[in-house]
Nanobody
Framework: VQLQASGGGLVQAGDSLRLSCAPS????????MGWFRQAPEKEREFVAA????????RYADSVKGRFTISRDNTKNTVYLQMNSLKPEDTAGYYC??????????????????WGQGTQVTVSS
């Protein structure tokens, strides 16, 4: 089972990027999906999460109003639209899948499957 994240890149402050995460090996349509990020020498931190039905989302305060998480269960894909990017958003971004829980879990221990990460670098 793999979660393939893509869409990262090098952008300037204020630009936008859309990350995608497409699991392979099984369907994750009933799982909660999350995005985390990790900068060099820092712990992995929560970014956003979404329930399987897209009825509930949760965001880190640092990205609220700028990032949007969504999913298309027909394509077995979850997205992270990132607008108004800042240099402090620079990190490796990881998608994750976990069992459905409410409230949405914001800790790494709440997720069972992880992708390999995609790098986002925002220059000032």
């Amino acid at each position: 089972v793999q979660l393939q994240a893509s869409g990262g890149g090098l952008v300037q402050a204020g630009d936008s990027l859309r990350l995608s995460c497409a699991p392979s090996g099984r369907t994750f349509s009933t799982y909660t999906m999350g995005w985390f990020r990790q900068a060099p020498e820092k712990e992995r931190e929560f970014v956003a999460a979404i329930t399987w039905s897209s009825g509930s989302t949760r965001y880190a305060d640092s990205v609220k109003g700028r990032f949007t998480i969504s999913r298309d269960n027909t394509k077995n894909t979850v997205y992270l639209q990132m607008n108004s990017l800042k240099p402090e958003d620079t990190a490796g971004y990881y998608c994750a899948a976990g069992p459905p829980r409410l409230p949405l879990v914001i800790t790494t221990t709440g997720y069972d499957y992880w992708g390999q990460g995609t790098q986002v670098t925002v220059s000032s």
